[in-house]
């Protein structure tokens, strides 16, 4: 059968504001059809194979009678209390043991027959017999009262549960903070010593740099005490040459000085005025003299030169000589070298040697001539120059 046949059928059923529907042989309510005509207030479905209603069935909030007895029932839907248009609800002869706690909202009932159910010893003391209307009326107001206290513990229950729930939630939280609080802890604990660790490991670290500083130091000043008293006996014995050289120094000072004073003497002897002076007479005598013995010196170098002239026709002589190498000591300790038997002579005292290179059978070559004597007076390193021009070979020098 269609949908709309149903419709239609159940239209049929209509009288009124009542619906008849009980002994259709029904499994379950038709809650669509019902719900399309919100004018049938009254529904009969008394007499049925009906075992549950659906939840759809409490949106009928049009409905003021039900009659369900003599059906399968075992339970109410949770939701029943929305129904809160009915007035009379006929559940006699079925297998009902409790009712929904919603029930207590159906303030408007005022007619219930809950007779030959199964019910639990409570509500059934609140149910009573129903053996007549005006027990069923009495029925209602006492299953609401009833249900209202179930519903009152229930709420109580509901709320002792929400305290215990938040207490334990209270509880779950402050252990959370604890545990919170002792890991926070904890970690704090950890930062500490992990810096006091770091602190540790800093101080010894510039401890040892302190030491090893200290220890360079003291190194360094070992060293500097050692290079000074190095310094101290290399001071020591460099600084004795020091008062000789300044004696020398002052030595040199004070002759050249008392020179210069001699010149200004002899300078101031020789004016017009000062030459019968009794001081300037043993003085221009000196000086005198001092010019008589340079031309006397004047003389020997002027003979030494003329000898010396005749040295080359002297070499030229020798054609057949050989080299060798002669040593001849002066009277004042020099040694004159030459690479021949050279020709040596002496003019007024003093030592001449000639300086020959020899060539084979050719005739030697003349390269110098050293003059020895008082007036050429040197020692030491000061000899060098001399013994250069006899030691290396020279040009001929002219005479």
């Known amino acids: 059968m269609s949908k709309n046949s149903k419709v239609l059928n159940l239209k049929d059923k209509i009288s009124g504001n009542e619906v008849d529907l009980s002994l259709c042989n029904l499994t379950e309510v038709p809650v669509k059809e019902l719900a399309l005509l919100p004018k049938a207030t009254v529904v009969d479905l008394s007499c049925n194979n009906i075992t549950s209603l659906p939840p759809e069935f409490c949106s009928l909030t049009h409905l003021v009678k039900v009659d369900l007895s003599k059906n399968q029932l075992t339970c109410l839907p949770d939701d029943l209390g929305n129904l809160v248009s009915l007035q009379h609800l006929d559940l006699y002869n079925n297998k009902l043991t409790a009712l929904p706690i919603s ?16 019910l639990e010893p409570g509500l059934a003391k609140a149910a009573g017999d129903c053996l007549d209307e005006k027990q069923c009326k009495q029925c209602a107001s006492k299953v609401l009262e009833h249900m209202r206290a179930i519903q009152d513990e229930v709420d109580r229950a509901r709320e002792k549960r929400l305290l215990r729930e938040k207490e334990l939630e209270k509880k779950r939280e402050a252990k959370q903070r604890e545990r919170e609080a002792r890991e926070k802890e904890a970690r704090k ?20 740099l302190a ?21 101290a006996d290399k001071v ?13 120094g002052l030595v040199f000072k004070l002759l050249l000085l008392l020179l210069l004073g001699l010149v200004g003497v002899a300078a101031a002897c020789q004016l017009a005025d000062l030459q019968k002076e009794a001081m300037c007479v043993p003085i221009r005598a000196a000086m005198n003299d001092g010019l008589s013995w340079a031309k006397k010196q004047e003389d020997v170098i002027r003979q030494l030169v003329q ?5 080359p026709t002297r070499i030229s002589s020798l054609d057949s000589m050989s080299c060798t190498v002669t040593s001849t000591r002066s009277w004042f300790g020099f040694h004159c070298m030459t690479w021949s038997t050279g020709y040596i002579s ?12 020899c060539r084979g059978r050719e005739p030697p070559v003349l390269l110098g001539v050293l003059v020895l004597g008082p007036f050429i007076y040197a020692r030491g390193p000061q000899l060098q120059p001399r013994m250069d021009m006899v030691n290396t ?6 005479l």
């Open 103 to 118: 029930f207590s909202q159906l303030r408007s009932l005022k007619w219930l027959d809950l007779k030959d159910n199964p």
């Open 189 to 208: 604990r950890e930062k500490a010593e992990e810096k006091e660790k770091r602190r540790k490991e800093y101080k010894a670290q510039m401890a040892a």
């Open 211 to 231: 030491a090893q500083e200290q220890q360079q130091k003291k190194k360094s000043e070992d060293k500097k005490k050692k290079n000074g008293q190095a310094t």
């Open 236 to 248: 020591v014995v460099e600084s004795a040459p020091k008062p000789r050289r300044s004696l020398v």
């Open 307 to 311: 000898n010396l002239s005749s040295v």
């Open 346 to 357: 002496e003019i007024s005292g003093c030592p001449v040697c000639a300086a020959l290179e």
């Open 393 to 398: 070979p020279q040009e001929p020098v002219k």
